[in-house]
């Protein structure tokens, strides 16, 4: 069993801020794959990054491309979402994910989620 808790959400403006965190426990092995999805009200869960874990490789969807990057260190089992020029549209939930196997961007993929927690943008 994995567990994932992330924290980091918040209120920002339109052009600022904020960086996420997920830490994983519970697992003596590292996931395969780790995703930041998020879910927006009244919207479904669309996954806005992921990181194949065995090289650190991430793929980021094309809202979020140039304004969103992805860290970890893996000292600490944390993956990092840092979000720059946020906008009022980037205003939802966000979710980690794990996977122990594949890679995709489908929430199927995916065996463990965090809580989420909230990200508000404010025009």
């Known amino acids: 069993q994995v567990q994932l808790v992330e924290s980091g959400g918040g209120s920002v403006q339109a052009g600022g801020s904020l960086r996420l965190s997920c830490t994983a426990s519970?697992?003596?092995?590292?996931?395969?794959?780790m995703a930041w999805f998020r879910q927006a009200q009244g919207k479904g869960r669309e996954d806005i990054t992921r990181?194949?874990?065995?090289?650190?490789?991430?793929l980021y969807v094309d809202s979020v491309k140039g304004r969103f990057s992805v860290s970890q260190d893996n000292a600490k089992n944390t993956v990092y979402l840092q979000m720059n020029s946020l906008q009022p549209e980037d205003t939802a939930m966000y979710y980690c994910?794990?996977?122990?196997?594949?890679?995709?961007?489908?929430?199927?993929?995916?065996?463990?989620w965090g809580q989420g927690t909230q990200v508000t943008v404010s025009s």
């Open positions: 994910a794990a996977a122990t196997s594949g890679c995709s961007w489908y929430a199927s993929n995916y065996n463990y």
């Open positions: 990181t194949y874990t065995p090289t650190g490789t991430t």
């Open positions: 519970g697992s003596t092995s590292r996931p395969n794959c």
